[in-house]
């Protein structure tokens, strides 16, 4: 008799402990979904010539030049100037990068080269390489300046631009949004740029890329100036220089900087085959040696 109460009261106990609120064991569901995948990068834009002829023939004209092909002469104002009129410095994630404000800026100041003919003032060759500023950089005293690379110019310490090329500011003015401000006019930076220092911050940069097919598209090594080095700008700014990263753009448009992000169009500029109609202005002139050059403002 004993044993069998006690069994019931065994079963008696085992059922309250189970229905006891705090014996209740849960079993948590641990299962982490998977994080999501990252955002699959921007397709490369991919164009030839042709894209230079056609955006930028409303703001300027193209002319057949000898020994070079078409270059195009700007609509600019009189005393236009390459990398110092209507534009200014940010510090990109692939050194001094020049934003400008002007309409075709995405093409002009990161292809080709820029040189000074009489007659016809500033015209650009374009290029197949893409550079945050094709220029050289330099120092004299408490000024920093930069010039444009003409073509066929090899870039390296040796190389010094003509007088009129160079553009001297200030050295605690470089990041100015308003920069071209503070520029040193080039009647009175004669001493300046006898006195000046190349500075000799060249970078080989070669990014690789996936095209719309996943096949990796290499471009070619681009040698280029990244400028002062951001800790001296800071030094002598005595500010933080905040650093953009460069994003890419899916049609030509202006520069646009978005707080630590700088929107540009730079598509890869891809080599015609020979087999294949070459690209060209729908309209050029023929150059003319002593050719006034046209009084614009647009």
Known sequence: MKPFIYLCLCIFATLMFACTPGAVVVHENTYQPPPPPPPSPAPVQEATYQVFYDELSPYGRWIDYPGYGY??????????????SNGHWVYSDEGWTWVSNYQWGWAAFHYGRWFFEEGYGWLWLPGREWAPAWVTWGQSGNYYGWAPLAPRVELNERYTPPPH????????????????????????????????????????????????????????????NKGPHINEVEKVTNTHVQVVNINENNKPTPTVVNKNKLVIYRPVIKEEPQAQKKSAPRQAEQYKPGTPKPQTNN
């Open 71 to 84: 270059v195009w002469a700007p609509n600019a104002e009189p005393d236009f100037q390459p990398y110092s």
């Open 165 to 224: 090329y160079w553009t001297f500011v200030p050295q605690e003015h470089i990041t100015k949004l308003n920069v071209h401000d503070y520029v040193i006019n080039r009647t009175n930076n004669v001493t300046i740029v006898k006195n000046v220092t190349i500075i000799n911050n060249i970078t080989n940069n070669k990014t690789v890329v996936n095209n719309n097919t996943n096949v990796t598209n290499n471009r070619t090594t681009v040698v280029y």
